[in-house]
């Protein structure tokens, strides 16, 4: 069973930045890529982007492109989200996922973490 441990979350300002890390831990570790999602409240669980953990290869969602950055540090099985020039909208629980494919759809992915809260302020 792999577990994901998301840190990193927090109150910052609009135009601000924040730095989310996801570690994974447990089970065999035999992943394709990791994602990241976010869930607004009153609104269904949205892809920001994802990683594919051996290429490092990214894909992100056009609402977060350009701001948004994903990377991985293999040795340490931890995925990060470099998050600039934040918007109101970028509000949400952010979460991380692994997948055995190249998917933007949530039910692909198989282990998540329990998410943690993005909240940007005017």
């Known amino acids: 069973q792999v577990q994901l441990v998301e840190s990193g979350g927090g109150l910052v300002q609009a135009g601000g930045s924040l730095k989310l890390s996801c570690a994974a831990s447990?089970?065999?570790?035999?992943?394709?890529?990791m994602g990241w999602f976010r869930q607004a409240p009153g609104k269904e669980r949205e892809f920001v982007g994802r990683?594919?953990?051996?290429?490092?290869?990214?894909y992100y969602a056009d609402s977060v492109k350009g701001r948004f950055t994903i990377s991985r540090d293999t040795a340490n099985k931890t995925v990060y989200l470099q998050m600039n020039s934040l918007k109101l909208e970028d509000t949400a629980v952010y979460y991380c996922?692994?997948?055995?494919?190249?998917?933007?759809?949530?039910?692909?992915?198989?282990?998540w973490g329990q998410g943690t809260q993005v909240t940007v302020s005017s």
């Open positions: 447990g089970g065999t570790f035999s992943t394709y890529a």
């Open positions: 996922a692994t997948s055995t494919g190249w998917t933007t759809r949530s039910d692909r992915y198989d282990y």
């Open positions: 990683i594919s953990w051996s290429g490092g290869i990214t």
